[in-house]
């Protein structure tokens, strides 16, 4: 993968995280009505509030790690490994266009 298709393929993944992080929002803000007075009611709701939540974190870590690859693309240090200053396989960077690590670091 040369740095233009990996730089097409992170501003994609920006694009789709960015949209569905919007998404997410939006659902969160549209919950600040009262809760139900039920409490097994309640219990589900507050449920489905913490998933959204952690979906959330989920998507704005990934967003974290997105701007750092597109930096890395800008500074030449793209598809080195942060750690050992190793080679990422092709192969691991065309399924995580934004790993620091080489699968070794990585632990995988
Ligand atoms: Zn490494």
Known sequence: MNRKQARTRLLEL???????HRRIERHLQQREEPL??????????LAGHE?????????????QQIERAL????AGSYG?????RGRIA????ELIP????CAACAGA
């Not at 080195?80 to 050992?84: I, M, S, T, V």
């Not at 092709?90 to 960077?93: N, Q, V, Y």
């Open 14 to 20: 920006r694009d789709l995280l960015t949209a569905r």
């Open 36 to 45: 139900p007075q039920d409490s097994e009611e309640r219990a589900s709701e």
């Open 51 to 63: 998933t959204m939540a952690s979906l959330d974190d989920g998507a704005r870590a990934e967003l």
């Open 71 to 74: 930096a890395r693309l800008d």
């Open 80 to 84: 080195r490994c942060e750690r050992c």
């Open 90 to 93: 092709d192969a691991r960077l």
């Open 98 to 101: 934004y790993a620091a690590l």
